[in-house]
């Protein structure tokens, strides 16, 4: 059974984008996600639809946020790598 106010939120919120280009993310949609003043949100593209979700470092490879190091500026963990190595082997 849903809660309230999942049910609210499935009927969707409108908010009108304002001469800048920025858009208003309502309050109990932040509460719900943990969003706060300075998270970066990533925005996707699927189809018609336009998909955002808060941003966190994680591996290219799988998504893990644990054990990650750096090269060109992108992320990638220890177990990945392991097994990027054993293919070359």
């Known amino acids: 059974m849903y809660k309230k106010e999942e049910i609210n939120m499935s009927k969707g919120m409108v908010r009108k984008i304002d001469d ?3 858009l208003v993310i309502p309050t109990e949609i932040r509460k719900k996600f943990n ?3 300075k ?6 593209v699927h189809d018609d639809e336009i998909i ?5 470092i994680s591996c290219i490879f799988c998504g893990s946020q644990d054990n990650l190091n750096a090269l060109n ?3 990638y ?5 392991e ?5 070359k082997g």
């Open 83 to 87: 097994k990027i190595k054993c293919q």
């Open 20 to 22: 800048l280009g920025r």
């Open 35 to 37: 969003l706060s003043t």
């Open 73 to 75: 500026k992108k992320m």
């Open 77 to 81: 963990c220890e177990e990945c790598a």
């Open 39 to 44: 998270d970066s949100l990533e925005m996707l």
């Open 52 to 56: 955002l979700r808060k941003w966190q």
